[in-house]
């Protein structure tokens, strides 16, 4: 027997253990499905009884004979009543210990249970409570490779966010522009039809990031230069809360939610970042004949890592901006890989500047389609979400991982000069920066491999807003989700893998910088200010208008106008919605834009 080292009162013992001992390691393991260590080549002896939900686990773990003898180390405390014991493996190739489940086994070795519990520190904790047979308490911490086990509960993230993407804009939603790479994406998983989003970059990219109202947050638009801006650094983030659960993280791209020190994505829970810290059409300000480099400082690309402040790279101009979204492709499948090659989950935010103006595609794109800018960038976009699928499989870590492909707004209205060459917002009125319908829905997929059921195709609203409480819950790190705070998106991962056919969200609420401007209920839209554009003056109705999207998809009958008002009764639960969001709001206050905040008292 050995001493563990500081700690006098502890010995170990090894394959000397006591049968009954061994038969409670052999039986955990087995019914785990993780390969037992310590007692080399020994075949399950006795099969321990286990509840009906762990039956078929531990009958497979009995027929097993064990082919890689592993060691396994039960210390076992002297001096506590009753006693406790800890069993660790270290991977001889990794050298790393990790941690595993938490588990409760009750009962005596004719009837045992077994009764599986996630936590934060992923131990697994087996308790006996007196029987004929035995009279302990035994806490046994197992350790395995992450490679094996912890890999597989801990699935990697890619979220793939494209600018201002048109519903229309793919070809399997009717897009003129074929887009294989992303069509054969979404018949992998999940396409979302109702996918809402909110009116301009910077509020959606915050809702992503928080999964609260952007209002609350003080990110509600995107801020004119010179203005106060940029998420608190109290906002507690997708990528804090997935680094706190030990991933790797990183943006490339676009980040457009605050611009100083202190509010960058290396100061809100990104390992690393490249890429921009507002809006691409940046790169066009040093083109124009008036600009003064004195009043505003030339835009720069940037580099930044946690812990240290971020750097300019170099001049952020209409040669840089072409180039960019290649750059972004090329780090996200170098991180990729580095990170499989580590055996550490990650989660990589690959942040696309297209499809927004100034619409310059890469060198090797531009006249590909032979049908303007706007229809090389999308043939672009395409190529690039299937280099990054590539990384993925060529990684090894395809099946493994998550990815959620979608625009951060709609594309704007053909008939503005700014929207460029093309665009489409498909069967749906209006673009950016409306409250219709064509600027609150974008493309949006996603896949896991063996979770979320291939082939499927929903038209269930579901918001930008629910990525951020989902996104937690699958990977099993929901109890790391803020309760001192209102969290607006909602949980969907029952829906997401299939175990129910409806989502969770019945309604969606529009702002327009601080304006409510529409609210989606079920399959009606109440609308209380309009927009036709971006650029067009905003309309109070004297009455809300309402459309049946279902059956209108344009938006073209106000059903109140035509009917008489037979619909009144859906303002009962449109102020509803709008009542309790204000009386949160009161209890809460909203944060101001670019204001330093601290928490609620």
């Not at 990031?209 to 997708?238: C, D, F, K, V």
């Amino acid at each position: 027997m050995d001493a563990l080292p500081g700690d006098p009162q502890s010995v170990i013992y090894r394959s000397e253990l006591v049968r009954r001992e061994r038969t409670l390691v052999h039986s955990v393991l087995g019914q785990l499905g993780i390969p037992s260590g310590g007692f080399d080549g020994i075949e399950f002896e006795q099969l321990l009884a286990a509840e009906a939900g762990h039956q078929k686990l531990a009958q497979a773990a009995h027929r097993r004979r064990l082919r890689r003898p592993r060691r396994i180390h039960i210390r076992i405390c002297s001096g506590l009543v009753p006693a406790t014991g800890f069993a660790t493996r270290l991977c001889v190739r990794c050298k790393k210990l990790v941690t595993l489940g938490l588990f409760t086994i009750r009962g005596s070795p004719a009837s045992l249970s077994v009764a599986a519990k996630k936590t934060q520190e992923k131990r697994v904790e087996l308790t006996m409570h007196k029987s004929k047979t035995w009279n302990i308490l035994l806490v046994i911490a197992l350790t395995i490779c992450s490679s094996s086990v912890g890999a597989a509960t801990r699935p990697n993230i890619v979220y793939i966010l494209v600018d201002n993407w048109g519903w229309g804009d793919i070809s399997i939603q009717g897009g003129t522009v074929e887009t294989p790479n992303i069509d054969e994406l979404a018949s992998q998983g999940l396409r979302l039809t109702n996918f809402n989003v909110q009116n301009q970059c910077t509020p959606t990219r915050s809702a992503l990031q928080t999964g609260r109202l952007p209002i609350r947050s003080g990110t509600q638009r995107a801020a004119s230069p010179g203005t106060p801006n940029g998420m608190a650094p109290w906002e507690y983030t997708i990528a804090e809360l997935l680094s706190d659960a030990g991933y790797a993280t990183a943006l490339y791209g676009k980040w457009h939610i605050g611009d100083i020190d202190g509010r960058l994505p290396n100061d809100q829970g990104y390992d690393e970042w490249y890429g921009i810290k507002g809006s691409a059409m940046e790169a066009s300000y040093t083109s124009t004949p008036q600009f003064d480099p004195t009043v505003y400082d030339v835009p720069q690309l940037w580099t930044g890592q946690r812990g240290s402040r971020s750097k300019a790279v170099k001049d952020f101009n209409l040669k840089a901006r072409a180039l960019l979204d290649a750059e972004i492709v090329d780090k996200t499948k170098a991180f990729i890989h580095r990170q499989a090659r580590e055996q550490k989950p990650f989660f990589v935010f690959a942040a696309f500047t297209q499809i927004h103006p100034p619409y310059l595609p890469h060198p090797d794109f531009d006249g590909a389609s032979k049908a303007g800018a706007y229809a090389d960038i999308r043939m672009q976009l395409d190529q690039y979400v299937g280099d990054i699928l590539e990384a993925l499989d060529e990684a090894g870590v395809a099946e493994d991982t998550i990815v959620v492909l979608t625009g951060d707004n709609a594309a704007g209205e053909p008939t503005e000069a700014w929207a460029g060459d093309g665009g489409s917002n498909g069967p749906w009125r209006g673009g950016l920066s409306t409250g219709y319908e064509g600027g609150m829905r974008t493309p949006g997929m996603v896949r896991w491999p063996g979770k979320v059921p291939a082939g499927q195709v929903s038209d269930e609203i579901f918001a930008d807003l629910d990525w951020y409480p989902t996104l937690a819950t699958l990977i099993g790190e929901q109890d790391r989700i803020p309760h001192d705070r209102p969290i607006d998106g909602i949980d969907q991962t029952e829906f997401l893998l299939g175990q129910k056919a409806n989502s969770n969200r019945d309604h969606v609420v529009l702002y327009v910088g601080d304006s409510v401007f529409s609210v989606k209920w079920r399959t009606l839209k109440v609308h209380f200010l309009t927009a036709e554009g971006t650029f067009s003056p905003i309309v109070q109705h004297t009455f809300p208008q309402v459309y049946d999207i279902k059956n209108d998809p344009g938006e073209m009958t106000d059903l109140w106008a035509v009917e008489g008002f037979a619909h009144l009764w859906v303002r009962k639960p449109v102020i509803e919605i709008l009542v309790r969001q204000a009386a949160s709001m009161k209890e809460f206050p909203n944060i101001s834009p670019g204001a330093e905040f601290h928490g609620y008292k």
